[in-house]
């Protein structure tokens, strides 16, 4: 039995979790979750968005499955995301996406998986507000040989785990030639240890237009924090959002699988949330544990129920909610 640290999270949290729990019971998937609690229900019990025996359980347990959190946007207290990811050192942010039967876009057949550095860059907050112009802010990003490189190495790694033939790595060294000109150094000699994979560089606004060009030219994408933060959505994008998307933070010690969409507390209650995001994180965390036949089956019963019109959620287009959803894949895996 494998133990799992389960933070339902805010807003619809608890309902998108209830439905990957039933799932999960259904396909008769040996796990045990641990509960624990983040973001603003915690901060609203504890005085703190991550209370410090969340991180020990995640410590002890070593992986956990996230759903979304809320943080206040520009007062309040910071991200537990951010936070979670630094104190754990949950380096990689890994989000595949591909094209899903029943989710109309204007793209099709894209398979691709971004890996964002965690840690550094311009989103770890480090702002300064001057002392003589409070109208004048610096912002400070941070970019290390070490954190490039595991980055970097993981998404090769990747590809030569799963047969992704090319690897794109994203920068702006014809600007910022000594920050992202470092990364753009190291992801050019860690390409050389994998002469097997194709290996391409690109500007990040050339890459932003290649993505809506011919996303289906890219297999795996390396790049910063920031601009990975914002490519990775991109990404969602062409196969149907944020809540078709997987997402994982994951360490040399420590994983952590994420709804990567918002709390929706508009919707919070109503019965009509849609858990695939949640639900393609938690059966990507069963691939990571290596518990691979749990991970197709249930993948393959999601896929069947997203190609249903009459089971999956009104937000992809459907006619159902969140039950019908969860119900179509249990009857599925039956």
Known sequence: ????????????GSEITNSVTTIFKEAGVKINWIPAIAGLEA?????????????????????????????????GFRSANVTMRQKLDLYANIRPVESLEGVDTPFKNVDLVTFRE???GLYIGQERVSETDKDYVELIGVITRKASE????????????????????NH??????????????????????????EFQDLIIDNMAMQMVLKPQQFEVIVTTNLFGDILSDLASGLVGGL??????????????????????????????ANPSALLFSSIMMLRHLEMEDD????????LKALADVSSRT???????????????ICRNLA
């Open 1 to 12: 039995m494998q133990n799992v640290v389960l933070i339902q999270g805010d807003g619809i």
């Open 43 to 75: 901060y609203e019990k504890t005085g703190n968005p991550l209370p410090e025996e969340t991180l020990d359980l995640i410590r002890t347990h070593k992986i956990a499955l996230k759903g979304p959190l809320t943080t206040p946007v520009g007062t």
């Open 118 to 120: 965690n840690t550094q």
């Open 150 to 169: 595991k980055i970097i190495r993981a998404a090769f790694e990747y590809a030569k785990k799963y047969g992704r033939k090319k690897v794109t790595l």
């Open 172 to 197: 702006k060294a014809n600007i910022l030639k000594e920050s992202t000109g470092l990364f753009l150094k190291v992801g050019q000699e860690v390409s050389k240890e994998y002469p097997e994979i």
């Open 243 to 272: 809540g078709v998307t997987a997402g994982a933070n994951i360490g040399d010690e420590y994983a952590v699988f994420e709804a990567v969409h918002g709390s929706a507390p508009d919707i919070a209650g109503k019965g009509v």
């Open 295 to 302: 991970y197709q089956r249930i993948r393959q019963a999601t």
């Open 314 to 328: 009104a937000d992809l287009g459907g006619k159902g909610n969140t039950k019908t959803f969860t119900d179509s």
